[in-house]
């Protein structure tokens, strides 16, 4: 990236700002990027690896992700970031070749930037995918099925129309299960996404039993014995 273009500084910032998490081990790529973001009015949170991202992409309108990751391939967290909700994925990378694009898109990615790039570049970019993807992000703000709602604004849960108080942990699982209702979801996919890098069994199944039972029902989270966990018929 070159932050030192001529003119960059002058981009006329937007009114009301998105907020974007940057996925970004370099330590100097991160500190151009982020405050270059900042600079044009967004409000950026910074991930430095996969696990981090996984636990706060939850949060983000726009992910901006490179590749080279210490602990995850990148191609890997745009995966599980694409199968649980449609927030818009950009890939700025140093892998440059044809099939590193086609993988990148394939796993996900609304759009692939190669490092270096240009801030103006990148800005124009953001700008057409946020265009494109307003309208189906709007929709996806709100999960609906028989009885539970879940509501990823207000980070708020009902279930008969009654609030049901959760942990920020169990809320990501719950929304995990009712954005993909009718599919097994297998239980290290689960753990990957929720819990990032560093898991147990038994903190699924605990976290399972916790939410059948603030639900008021053993029947609103299936075990599929030996593969994992779908939303029940609720």
């Known amino acids: 990236m070159n932050p030192n273009a001529a003119g960059e500084r002058d981009l006329p910032v937007r009114p009301s700002g998105w907020r974007v998490l940057v996925v970004e081990s370099d330590r100097g790529d991160a500190r151009v990027l982020t405050q270059g973001l900042r600079r044009q009015g967004h409000d950026v949170s910074l991930a430095k690896n996969g696990s981090e991202a996984l636990d706060a992409f939850g949060g983000a309108e726009l992910v901006l992700i490179d590749l080279d990751l210490p602990d995850f391939d990148g191609l890997e967290v745009c995966r599980s970031i694409r199968a649980v909700c449609d927030t818009p994925l950009i890939v700025v990378t140093g892998r440059e070749s ?4 086609v993988l990148g898109l394939q796993a996900g990615a609304d759009d692939y930037l190669v490092k270096p790039y240009g801030f103006r570049e990148l800005m124009a970019r953001i700008e057409a995918v ?3 993807i307003t309208p189906r992000s ?14 990823m604004t207000s980070r708020q849960v009902t279930w008969d129309g009654k609030d049901v108080q959760l942990t920020p942990k169990e809320f990501k699982l719950l929304h995990l299960l009712a954005s993909q209702p009718g599919s097994v979801i297998p239980r290290k996919q689960i753990m990957v996404r929720i819990w990032g890098g560093s898991w147990s069994l038994r903190t699924l199944d605990t ?12 029947e609103s989270i299936i075990t599929v014995r030996g593969v994992g966990f779908r939303l029940g018929d609720v």
């Open 98 to 101: 044809e099939l590193d694009r």
């Open 207 to 218: 976290h399972v039993s916790s939410l059948r039972s603030k639900l008021g029902t053993s």
């Open 138 to 151: 709007t929709s996806a703000d709100v999960v609906a099925h028989g009885r539970l709602r879940i509501d």
């Open 130 to 132: 946020m265009r494109r």
